[in-house]
């Protein structure tokens, strides 16, 4: 089975950290609609015919209309066998989440929400140059309830520069309060090219220390433990039943096919990206250029192995020994000899999970891994 996710590139404004392809330039929305039936429609065959997952990601999906986001779901309906679908998230930005819009959505069969609130104090939202306050955000995961979903994400972001420990721990008091079943808790990733980057070259702020980012790891995980959510993979904490079904279909390789300017597909041999410039695709998808707007690259056992052991080892289950030597016996030795040795250093656990040890020093224990 297979997901489908459609990349919805429009923004209110950019937020100062924000990496991810999104123009707050305006992009006629109902044409944008259009576009992503005909890629639709010009792509479908890249996966297989039942679909298990749907994401509408951002950018900002919250800014299409009820009728845009209904006019895409019939037209994937149209194509697709949907009687297998668990899961269509719909992210939706704070400022956003209105009540008839959100009931709207849940009418139309998304059954899952995914809000960005990042945090829930005013003076770290100003920071961020978020759209919305603390009172939207908690009005929005009101809403939300209200309107009657069960499966309810919300995004927050740790280790920012211009804010504290005490901070972020009410941020998680406040959604601990709210009892939603699942929670993605990001660490601030500097982006090349963002705002914050500049702001942080410039020394307006500092990034975090590592000792410090540790201290707030730490304690998301040994809190939400404690009430009750499983920490599945770095960022993701979930009540039992309640884990992101797409984003763990991307973490185990599961084919999908991504839609819209920027978005990428994947279907086990070959990965597919579309040109981050909305304006282009939309105008190829009208015939008015035939210019590229699609890279390729056929992907390499190397980077396979690679790609495993990258997302594998972020996830609560760790690698698998038995998978390795089967799909990648060329590295299996290399591969097994490292594990050992991470397992004697206490960065592993004997099922090649993380150790607490391990999570703290994840990214360099991956890259130690992987066959580079
Ligand atoms: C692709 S964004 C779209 C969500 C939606 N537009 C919003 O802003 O509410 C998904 C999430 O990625 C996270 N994110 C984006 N940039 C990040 C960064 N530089 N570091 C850490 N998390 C980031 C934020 O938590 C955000 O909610
Ligand atoms: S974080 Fe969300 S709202 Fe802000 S620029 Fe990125 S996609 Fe847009």
Same mark, same amino acid.
């Given at each position: 089975m297979s997901s489908l996710y459609l990349h919805i590139? +429009?923004?209110h404004h950019k937020c100062v950290y924000c990496g991810f392809y999104s123009t707050a330039r305006y992009i006629d929305r109902d044409l944008y609609t259009e576009s992503l039936l005909k890629e639709l429609h010009t792509r479908? &065959? +890249?996966? &297989? @015919?039942? %679909?298990q997952t749907i994401y509408f990601g951002g950018?900002?999906?919250? !800014? %299409?209309?009820l009728q845009q986001a209904e006019k895409i779901l019939t037209g994937i309906e149209n194509v697709y &066998? !949907? $009687? @297998?679908?668990?899961e269509i998230t719909f992210e939706i930005n704070a400022e956003n989440a209105d009540a008839d819009y959100l009931k709207g959505l849940k009418r139309l069969g998304i059954n899952r929400l995914s809000i960005g609130?990042? $945090? +829930?104090d005013d003076e770290d939202l100003r920071h961020l140059n978020r759209s919305h306050t603390s009172f939207q955000a908690e009005t929005a995961i009101k809403n939300a309830v209200n309107a009657g979903y069960e499966n309810i994400s919300i995004d927050l972001i740790s280790n920012l520069p211009f804010s504290c420990f005490e901070k972020w721990k009410k941020n998680l008091d406040i959604f601990i309060s709210y009892n939603l079943p699942h929670i993605s808790c990001y660490t601030l990733m500097i982006e090349q090219g963002t705002m914050l980057e500049k702001l942080i070259q410039n020394k307006k702020y500092f990034p975090v220390s590592e000792e410090y980012a540790l201290k707030e790891f730490d304690y998301t995980m040994n809190v939400l433990k404690k009430n009750g959510y499983i920490h599945y993979e770095t960022s993701s904490y979930a009540k039992p039943g309640f884990r992101s079904e797409h984003n763990t279909a991307y973490w185990t390789f599961q084919p999908y096919l991504g839609l819209g300017a920027g978005a990428h597909s994947y279907n086990g041999n070959i990965r597919v990206w579309n040109k981050e410039d909305a304006e282009l695709y939309m105008s190829y998808y009208q015939g008015e250029t035939s210019s590229k707007i699609q890279s390729y690259e056929l992907l390499t056992s190397e980077d396979r192995f690679n790609e495993y052991v990258m997302l594998s080892a972020r996830?609560? @289950?760790?690698?698998d020994r038995k998978y390795v030597k089967k799909r990648f016996p060329e590295y299996y030795e290399n591969f097994s000899r490292r594990c050992r040795e991470m397992i004697n250093d206490g960065f592993l656990n004997e099922d090649l999970s993380l150790t607490l040890k391990g999570w703290h020093l994840q990214d360099s224990l991956i890259l130690n891994l992987c066959n580079v």
């Open positions: 590139p +429009f923004c479908k &065959d +890249f996966i &297989d @015919n039942s %679909l950018g900002t999906p919250s !800014l %299409l209309s &066998d !949907l $009687s @297998n679908v668990t609130i990042e $945090s +829930f996830m609560q @289950n760790g690698l």
